[in-house]
């Protein structure tokens, strides 16, 4: 199995900055993907930012150009730099692992989730 653990989460004022990492462990293999989520009180969770093995990205409309998803492969962790941060940004971010192989498909899983709370 995979495990991962989330950390960088805290309180900062509008206009700041914070970075929250994600390490993986455990059975790492076939892992094509690794990205956050965030989810809000009342509201849906939603794909923030994704970064593929090779090294693609994709973002939510709502961080694009403010946050910034990268990966360090030789320690199988994944950043989330996230600048001009809203208090909308406000919300629970959860690390995502995706996993593919030919006969069992596709798998996701998941950390414990870093509060991310940000003042007006």
């Known amino acids: 199995q995979v495990q991962l653990v989330e950390s960088g989460g805290g309180l900062v004022q509008a206009g700041g900055s914070l970075r929250l990492s994600c390490a993986a462990s455990?059975?790492?293999?076939?892992?094509?993907?690794m990205g956050w989520y965030r989810q809000a009180p009342g509201k849906q969770r939603e794909l923030v930012a994704v970064v593929t093995s090779g090294g693609s990205t994709n973002y939510a409309d709502s961080v694009l150009g403010r946050f910034t998803i990268s990966r360090d492969n030789a320690k199988n962790t994944v950043y989330l730099q996230m600048n001009s941060l809203k208090p909308e940004d406000t919300a629970v971010y959860i690390c995502n692992a995706q996993k593919y192989n030919s006969y069992w498909g596709t798998r996701d899983y998941w950390g414990q989730g870093t509060q991310v709370t940000v003042s007006s």
């Open positions: 455990g059975s790492i293999f076939s892992i094509n993907a």
